[in-house]
């Protein structure tokens, strides 16, 4: 996938991050973390810094905690992780290295997308030079042991939901787990576990490397910092592109070459439909937050397709496990074929809101809970693609 | 020493240990929140989404089954949001629910109906099927309709984790997420032991056993048959929960009258077969010692494994077949009876065998895979004709007009009469062991059992903690009874020892012991063991009413317990050696004692090895 604009990551200097990080005691490792701002680049954007303090104060009845590297990369229009991990590998499992020191983990686990295990062997190169140069396993600094595994995932989005990656890391069914608690109390195991995205772990070393004021200079107040976003659909120039968080769609748009798009699918399948009047908004947490897909749909778009795919990906990828995702993705999927086939009332649309708002508000996780957001939105946004019946006033 | 926290709940307040959960806490609190998943055997998943409540300054809702409480909090159970969402959920749930309530074996019983007409959903105009692979997973005994699955995983929690069996597990992903066997091969294929737990924690009629009384109905309503019945003492302290009566609410003689009511030409007490085993199976106990502790001989090896539950020995013959020698070749109670009166019974009546219809009634599913057992039979016919569950009798009883309020009661049946409360309590986890003991003490001692255990209640055998051990010291020995004189030359051998026995309920616990057994830990050195498939022993069994719980098998076991004394209050046996119609029949027909060649020809079975999962043979 080609990279559009310069990197900052390309500029952070290896072992850097490492080193600065290793000079001081853990706990002012977390407060670095904490005083950048950054959140979680997986998505939920929970503070990266908060989370590693959670799992280091954490009780650990034997004294085990772990990191791992959340490299399941599902989420349809995502693919800026396949970029940093081709290409930075090292600055990421320099970042897990930095989070072992600062929680106090002595083992790391990379849980890598199935369809990305074309990447497993250089990263099993780039491990065992890290070993050799002393960065990985015994003494990585005076009574800090850390290593990091790499596990293969099997293929399930769900499986990116990083309680479902805990489970299938402990050899189960990939099914999220009930929280509370979470995993930085309890994750791996059973011991604290900090589970992080491959872009926070790459940026965690640029903060370390460069100082939490740099990365907090950058974004907004809210969202500080770069973010990779993973642009696709229907634009000139598709590929991973870096902005500082709190970009307006329209420039990301601009950049791309696509300002005459209908719509924007910001945060893929489980993030919501921005219409053309809204490109004004801003990617970031406290507007529109994405993971990094940006999915750019052109004038000639009919958007009941987009919400048909959508349904029939979710009713795909649900883990069975809870009854409101398990049957609610097959009822909306349901819902949204009747609309196209034109055999919905308008109580019948008022059913299918009703049944999002089931969703949203039963679901046992998030993909469950995010599963009717783009219908919702689209349905809202674009009644006449979505064939709502005339006379269905919005609720 | 765990902190309390403070709950309000609706505006009920209590105050509940800190990490109970918020099902729990409203429990606690007389507040009942809906659920499907949840069941209080099981460990709680969160799967139904029904029980969501909102918890104080938390935007979103929570499931009230795994949300532990950690803090002081305030949480709704009652608000429109919460309301709306259980509707939401009940409306999808009910959307791919076959709609065909009045057909199906739980109608009545069933959670997902009952919490449907309480919220005023009904069956879905247009049901949204989901692509469910319709594997056949009929078994002997326990057969599956995936079609009314809800997916709350009760079975699959109930048959890994209670029973320690993974029969059931959970495939596919999405729409296509199924309750299945491994490969989906039939549950008589893979190592399924019939236990019917997993029916007994299903909140629809998804599972269910093998029904077979519409042939039972034919053959009530045909003159040229001579329909009997057995009756267990599980079924009896529990069928009254069918027909609205308290847990525990002991109708044996009501139903006598009921089952002639139906149809049945004889009513038989299965106690009177469970007597004979004490005796036959105490004489093996005891024959075992003296062959080990003697003649140095291990080929009938200790412990003595019992070998009454049917779920628990076809569980040995595929888990554990290299052990199979410990177990008793004894039949069970249903077994020896239905040898009985296809053979003994039907020449003292002049009828053929041919003519007799021999019916069980049973509180256990895995009873139908064991009157299949070709070693049970004679001449090609079955001993045990077929197994009736408690919930099925109920069933036939409903369908005919038959309650169980103001019957008249009435007795069993000659020629086998009463049994003896020993035989009563076979019914409830330890009972087997108890009258094995007061039998066995008794016979060596010549002492009476109530010199031991006041009462001749064996207590620490009793009550539910999964396995209990026992000690029991031979301190005296009395002359060999005539009852065993063909097997043992005395009994002095026996003198100061003692006896180490243990009980076991539900597989899990039985798993335990065995591995406990074969590592050669403290088991390796027991010599009898109780041993029960079923959590609870026989009263827990997977033909007995729903619902079930710690609580209702509580109040069963009280019944049976009660039965017991009643008898000695009354002044029939208490004791199994003291049963006048099982002596009678010592006399008449098993003239060559406990243990002789007419004992293992009606009364003995051998067991085969089947081993585990798949292409076990049956
Ligand atoms: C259905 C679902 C799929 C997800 N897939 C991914 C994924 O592929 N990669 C990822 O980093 N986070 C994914 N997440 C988010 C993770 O649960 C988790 O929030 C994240 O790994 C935390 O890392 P961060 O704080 O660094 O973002 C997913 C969440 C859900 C609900
Ligand atoms: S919301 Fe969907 S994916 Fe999440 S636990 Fe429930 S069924 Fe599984």
């Known amino acids: 996938m080609t990279v559009r604009t310069p990197m900052t990551l390309s500029a952070v200097e290896a072992g850097a991050g490492l080193r600065a990080a290793l000079s001081r005691p853990p706990a002012e490792v977390v407060d670095q973390m904490v005083a950048s701002g950054m959140r979680g680049r997986g998505g939920a954007g929970f503070p990266t810094g908060l989370k590693w303090r959670l799992a280091a104060e954490a009780d650990a009845p034997d004294g085990r905690r772990y990191v791992v590297c959340n490299a399941d990369e599902g989420e349809p229009g995502t693919f800026k992780d396949r970029v940093l991990l081709a290409k930075h590998a090292d600055l990421v499992l320099e970042g897990m290295t930095i989070a072992g020191y600062a929680i106090g983990a002595r083992e790391g686990l990379l849980y890598l997308r199935a369809e990305y295990v074309y990447l497993r062997d250089s990263l099993l190169d780039s491990l065992r030079e890290r070993r050799e140069q002393g960065l990985l396993g015994r003494e990585v600094a005076p009574g800090f042991d850390f290593d990091i595994r790499v596990h293969m995932g099997a293929g399930a989005y769900v499986c990116g939901e990083e309680s479902a990656l805990l489970e299938s890391l402990e050899g189960r069914r990939g099914e999220p787990r009930d929280r509370p608690p979470y995993p930085v109390v309890r994750g791996l195991h059973g011991a604290p576990t900090v589970v992080n995205n491959v872009e926070t772990f790459a940026w965690a070393t640029a903060v370390l490397a460069r100082g939490p004021e740099w990365f907090a200079s950058i974004g907004t107040h809210r969202s500080t910092g770069p973010k990779l976003l993973s642009v696709s659909g229907d634009v000139a120039r598709p590929g991973v592109y870096e902005f500082p968080l709190g970009v307006p769609i329209a420039e990301v748009l601009r950049a791309a070459g696509g300002t005459d798009a209908k719509a924007v699918v910001v945060g893929g399948a489980a993030g919501s439909c921005v219409p053309a009047s809204e490109f004004g908004r801003t990617v970031s947490y406290e507007d529109v937050a994405t993971g990094g897909a940006f999915i750019v749909l052109g004038p000639d778009r009919d958007l009941i397709d987009v919400a048909e795919n959508v349904a029939e990906f979710f009713a795909d990828e649900s883990c069975g496990q809870c009854a409101p995702c398990r049957l609610g993705t097959v009822a909306l999927l349901d819902g949204v074929r009747r609309l196209r086939a034109g055999n919905c009332t308008p109580d019948d649309v008022a059913r299918l809101r009703r049944l999002g708002a089931t969703m949203r508000l039963t679901s046992k996780c998030g993909l469950g809970q995010s599963s009717p957001n783009v219908f919702l939105s689209l349905l809202e946004h674009f009644p006449a693609d979505m064939r709502v019946p005339v006379g269905t006033g919005g609720e | ?618």
């Open chain 2, 1 to 618: 020493m765990t902190t309390q926290v403070a709950v309000d709940i609706d505006g009920r307040r209590v105050t509940i240990p800190a990490g109970t959960t918020a099902l729990d806490a409203a429990d606690a609190a007389g507040v009942r929140i809906p659920t499907l998943c949840h069941h209080p055997d099981l460990r709680d998943v969160g799967s139904c989404r029904l029980c969501m409540v909102e918890v104080e300054g938390q935007a979103g809702l929570q499931a009230a089954c795994t949300y532990p409480v950690t803090a002081d909090l305030r949480l709704r159970t009652d608000s429109p949001r919460v309301v709306d969402a259980r509707r939401g959920v009940l409306e999808l749930l009910m959307g791919e629910h076959p709609d065909r309530c009045p057909e199906c074996v739980r109608t009545g019983e069933c959670e997902l109906q009952a919490l449907a007409t309480e919220y005023g959903v009904g069956p879905a105009p247009a049901r949204v099927s989901r692509p469910l692979q319709l594997v056949d997973l009929l078994g002997p005994a326990v057969t599956v309709d995936l079609d009314a699955c809800i997916g709350c995983l009760r079975c699959v929690r109930t048959c890994a984790e209670l029973q320690d069996l993974g029969i059931l597990g959970v495939v596919g992903r999405g729409s296509s997420t199924a309750v299945s066997t491994y490969l989906g091969l039939p549950l008589a294929e893979v190592s399924c032991i019939a236990c019917g737990q997993c029916i007994n924690r299903c909140p629809t009629g998804a599972l269910r056993p093998v029904d077979r009384t519409a042939e039972l109905f034919a053959a009530l309503a045909d003159p040229t048959k001579h329909v009997v019945i057995q009756t267990a003492p599980a079924p009896r302290a529990a069928i009254g929960e069918e027909f609205g009566f308290e847990p525990g609410t002991p109708l044996t003689w009501q139903l006598n009258t009921a089952l002639r009511r139906l149809g049945f030409d004889r009513v038989f007490d299965t106690s009177f077969a469970a007597d004979l085993t004490v005796i036959e199976e105490g004489a093996e106990l005891l024959v075992r010692l003296y062959e080990n502790l003697v003649l140095g001989s291990s080929t009938h090896p200790l412990p003595l494994l019992t070998s009454c539950s049917p779920g628990w020995v076809t569980d040995l013959e595929h888990r554990d077949p290299d052990h199979l020698a410990h177990l008793s070749s004894c039949r069970s109670p249903q077994q020896m009876f239905g040898s009985l009166i296809k053979t003994w019974y039907a020449q003292q009546e002049g009828r053929d065998p041919a003519d007799i219809v021999s019916v069980s009634l049973m509180p256990c599913t895995a009873k139908k895979f064991e009157a299949t057992r070709p070693e049970l039979t004679h001449d090609g016919r079955p001993d045990v004709d077929m197994a009736l569950t408690t919930r099925e009798l109920a069933a036939m009883m409903r369908a005919r007009g038959i309650g169980l309020a103001d019957v008249p009661a009435s007795d069993f049946d000659d020629p086998f009469g009463t049994a003896s409360g020993s035989g009563v309590i076979f019914g409830v986890t330890g009972g087997v062991m108890e009258s094995a003991l007061r039998t066995v003490i008794e016979l060596v001692t010549g002492r009476p059992a109530e010199d031991y255990f006041s009462h001749a209640d064996i207590t620490p055998v009793r009550g539910f903690e999964g396995v209990r051990s026992i000690e029991v010291t031979l301190d005296r020995v009395g002359p060999v009874p005539p009852i065993l004189a063909h097997l043992l030359p005395n009994l002095e051998w026996l003198r100061g020892t003692t006896l180490r026995c243990a009980v076991a309920h539900g597989t899990a616990n039985a798993h335990a012991v065995m591995e406990d057994l074969r590592a050669g830990g403290r088991f390796s050195t027991y010599h009898f063991i109780e041993v029960m498939a079923c959590p609870g022993g026989c009263l827990g069994g997977g033909g007995q009413p729903v619902p079930t719980s710690a609580t209702v098998r509580a109040a069963r076991a009280r019944s049976i317990y009660a039965e017991d004394a009643r008898y000695g209050q009354t002044g029939r046996a208490r004791k199994s050696h003291e049963n006048p119609a099982v002596l009678r029949l010592y006399r008449d027909l098993l003239t060559d004692g406990p243990g002789g060649p007419t004992s293992h020809r009606l009364l003995h079975t051998t067991y085969t090895g089947r081993g585990t999962y798949v292409g076990a043979t049956r």
